[in-house]
């Protein structure tokens, strides 16, 4: 399909222009202040241009929990927030531990036809932490990182054989930091409110030994590694020194980290609950430190989305996870850039450019030559979040009744029109 993107403001790499956009033949043709072609035209007067998200951390379910989200489900969710392209994590039924799972999430990926779906293949066989996945197959197939995500790989000497594989295969892992042992069974941030709310507590220290020690395996080892999912002041100060000793470490967080404390799991509301938990105004703060300067580089949302009978019930058995694939585009925009904490641009380079960048994934910018991954977005108008009309299976989202501002009013994949609002 031929078009062109008339009037619009385009979030570029650096910053905001007013220009039309053409698209031919999936790609982006064209970005000039005026084009005037004989073809379909999209308003987008008022609006605003984006690339396509990149989520680099999602759980879509499938095989094997479709109860709870699957790739149809999942990858529709995504392209109404905004995202294009989407990597999903291998916990699994069975665990995405070998290339026969890769390619059968990549070729629903195909039939499903809505946004780019990459798999993340387990670190250990069943993500149980005893021994190696099968890395060579799994990248063979299409796997683009390595992660055992709802776990650590405890086992700090096959944490370390992992990176060395990993490495040789051109494959990063993408580390999900919880010592076990410390967590200890806790459901929320240990800290004054958990012993008001009477629920176990999980010390930030559980998220930092294991962020100082996929550090001091990738500084020894010469490395990369990317920290999943930071929570906590302290782990961002561990990745900034790192990253000031010249370590190749990258991170992310997640929409929930830089707007909710755990004042909120007061409520035992059970959609509060994920992991790592939620923690308190001095980490909230760090992590949009962190954010603005480049400590944390990329914005992911852990997409957990679990059925109404797996949160309807007591605090502790309840699953952890939100469902984050619809509200990702708006909590970034109304927390970080409406606030002034940071430009659109800087956050697109977050939720786009950057996580691009550190998978090798083509895309995550709007330039000429690159894929037509576009998202036209409103940020003018205010709505309430409703978790009840996701299209995501998962309907568990603690900011039910939020005012926010963002959302895709159109959603384009290889220039493919995907979804419009
Ligand atoms: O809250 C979470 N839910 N954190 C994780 O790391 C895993 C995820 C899930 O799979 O539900």
Redo the contacts with the bound molecule.
């Keep these: 399909m031929k078009f062109v993107i008339k009037n619009g403001t385009l979030v570029l790499n650096g910053g905001e222009i007013k220009a039309d956009l053409l698209v031919d033949g999936g790609k982006i043709a064209g970005i000039a202040p005026r084009i005037d072609e004989n073809c379909k035209t999209f308003d987008a007067s008022g609006k605003y241009v984006l690339p396509g998200l990149i989520d680099m951390h999602v759980?879509l379910r499938e095989p094997g929990f479709e109860g709870k989200e699957d790739i149809q489900s999942g990858a529709a969710a995504a392209v109404k927030g905004g995202v294009t392209q989407l990597c999903c994590?291998p916990?699994t039924d069975p665990v995405c531990d070998n290339a026969v799972v890769v390619r059968y999430i990549k070729s629903r990926a195909e039939e499903v036809n809505l946004c780019k779906i990459h798999p993340v293949g387990a670190i250990t066989k069943g993500e149980k932490g005893e021994s190696l996945s099968d890395i060579g197959k799994m990248k063979a197939a299409g796997a683009v990182a390595l992660s055992d995500?709802?776990k650590s790989v405890m086992n700090s000497y096959i944490m370390r054989l992992a990176m060395e594989y990993a490495s040789d295969f051109g494959l990063k892992c993408l580390c999900?930091c919880e010592d076990v042992n410390l967590v200890d069974g806790g459901v929320v941030n240990e800290s004054r409110n958990s012993t008001v709310s009477g629920l176990k507590g999980s010390p930030r220290a559980a998220e930092d030994i294991m962020i100082a020690r996929e550090i001091a395996l990738s500084e020894s080892l010469g490395i990369p590694v990317h920290i999943?999912?930071v929570s906590t002041y302290s782990g961002v100060e561990i990745i900034r020194s790192a990253k000031a000793r010249g370590v190749k470490v990258t991170a992310e967080t997640c929409p929930h980290y830089f707007t909710l404390t755990d004042d909120v799991t007061l409520t035992y509301d059970t959609f509060t609950k994920?992991?790592?938990p939620l923690r308190e105004k001095r980490d909230v703060e760090e992590i949009i430190r962190g954010l603005f300067d480049g400590t944390i580089d990329c914005i992911a949302t852990?997409h957990?989305p679990?059925s109404l009978k797996d949160k309807q019930t007591e605090y502790n058995l309840a699953?952890?996870?939100?469902s984050g694939l619809e509200t990702s585009l708006a909590l970034g925009y109304t927390y970080l850039v409406k606030t002034g904490k940071l430009t659109l641009s800087r956050l697109m380079e977050k939720m786009s450019l950057n996580p691009a960048k550190i998978l090798g994934l083509k895309g995550g910018e709007l330039k000429e030559g690159a894929p037509a991954d576009i998202v036209i977005a409103d940020f003018g108008k205010p709505y309430k979040i409703d978790g009840s009309k996701f299209l995501s299976k998962g309907k568990n989202t603690p900011f039910n009744g939020f005012e926010v501002y963002g959302r895709a009013e159109y959603t384009f994949v290889d220039g493919d029109l995907k979804y419009k609002m």
């Design positions: 759980h994590m916990n995500d709802g999900h999943c999912h994920v992991n790592p852990d957990a679990h699953a952890f996870g939100i």
